[in-house]
């Protein structure tokens, strides 16, 4: 469902931080799969969830407001607030940007 070329942005900074690694930046198709991959690969998805308190759109902009609970595949659980902007053009995502408590997620990946 994503665009070929993406607008990615993930409130991080841009050198990132290798224990979090699927927290980079992405300009593709490809690279917003390996997103999800990695992001699965450093959590429990049976234990995981997210809780979406509200949906805004205009036009083909939309924000999404919620809340994630992750657990580390080390069994630390964490959570975060977060927002999620999205544009969509041709029925395709193009734009994805995450704004998160990375220090949070940092935290539960860091040892």
Excluded: C
């Excluded at 991959?37 to 036009?59: K, M, Q, W, Y």
């Excluded at 975060?80 to 949070?104: C, K, Q």
């Amino acid at each position: 469902m994503f665009a070929e070329r993406i607008d990615w942005q993930l409130s991080w900074p841009a050198e990132g931080h290798p224990a979090v690694p699927w927290i980079r930046s992405r300009s593709s198709r490809a690279d917003a799969a390996g997103h999800f991959r990695e992001l699965e690969a450093h959590h429990v998805p049976e234990l995981n969830g997210t809780s979406v308190t509200r949906i805004l759109v205009d036009g083909e902009h939309a924000v999404v407001l919620g809340h994630i609970a992750q657990t580390a595949r080390d069994g630390k659980a964490y959570t975060s607030p977060f927002a999620l902007h999205l544009t969509v053009e041709n029925g395709l995502v193009a734009r994805y940007h995450v704004y998160e408590d990375s220090l949070t997620v940092l935290r539960a990946h860091s040892r």
